[in-house]
């Protein structure tokens, strides 16, 4: 069973502060994608990264696959009450049948004004 | 373009009870899936299809069924429902090939009480 441990699973900061969420696994992933969900809605894609090392930014938001293609993080600098939301880490296994995705458990971020 | 569509968007069942989640999507994409939402356990995929007249299990079948008979449309059902099956479910699809292939499209998301 591959797992991605993502962390940490609350976090909750004052309007201006920086954060990081981790996801980890001992899985090799041929992509890893970061979603945004909002409350009452369905996860939206935020980005995918493809190459081990790649970075990738997303105004507020940088975004780094690790140079093993196995752990990902998400940066947010000066977070605003917007970036509210639960974050979700998935990964694609290479040559997974029916292109399955592997969900972290999720982070759950609130931003106070 | 409507995207993926669930229905109904909330339901209230009694033990024992059946009933069938409907999505549907209007990109033509060949893949589908069923995840289920639980604090903090992420998503989880019930089943899945890759492809009209196809269907397979994913990490939590027990439980459930599925059917896609038309391309645009996965169903998911339960055919006696159990309190552990309490949830938010997620229906989400993806493209075969070419840019975009590995982004899942979800919908709002349907959420199932069973008493």
């Known amino acids: 069973t591959q797992l991605l441990e993502q962390s940490p699973q609350f976090l909750s900061i004052q309007e201006g502060e920086n954060l990081t969420v981790y996801c980890n696994s001992s899985s090799v992933f041929s992509s890893l994608q970061w979603y945004r969900q909002e409350p009452g809605e369905g996860p939206v894609l935020l980005v995918t990264v493809v190459t081990g090392g790649e970075v990738k930014k997303l105004k507020r938001l940088t975004f780094q696959f690790g140079d093993a293609r196995k752990d990902s993080s998400l940066h947010i600098t000066a977070a605003q009450p917007g970036d509210t939301g639960l974050y979700l880490c998935?990964?694609?296994?290479?040559?997974?049948?029916?292109?399955?995705?592997?969900f972290g458990q999720g982070t759950e971020l609130s931003v106070k004004p | 373009n409507a995207g993926v569509t669930q229905t109904p968007k909330f339901r209230v069942l009694k033990t024992g009870q059946s009933m069938t989640l409907l999505c549907a999507q209007d990109?033509?994409?060949?893949?589908m899936y069923w995840y289920r939402q639980d604090p903090g356990m992420g998503l989880r995929l019930i089943h899945y299809?890759?492809?009209?007249?196809?269907?397979a299990k994913g990490e939590v079948p027990d439980g459930y069924n599925v059917s896609r008979l038309k391309k645009q449309n996965f169903l998911l059902g339960l055919e006696s429902a159990a309190p552990s099956q309490t949830s938010v479910y997620f229906c989400?699809?993806?493209?075969?090939?070419?840019?975009?292939?590995?982004?899942?499209?979800f919908g709002a998301g349907s959420r199932l009480t069973v008493l």
């Open positions: 990109m033509n994409h060949e893949y």
């Open positions: 299809s890759v492809g009209e007249g196809t269907t």
């Open positions: 989400a699809s993806r493209p075969h090939g070419g840019v975009g292939a590995n982004v899942l499209t």
């Open positions: 998935a990964g694609a296994i290479r040559y997974n049948q029916g292109g399955k995705l592997i």
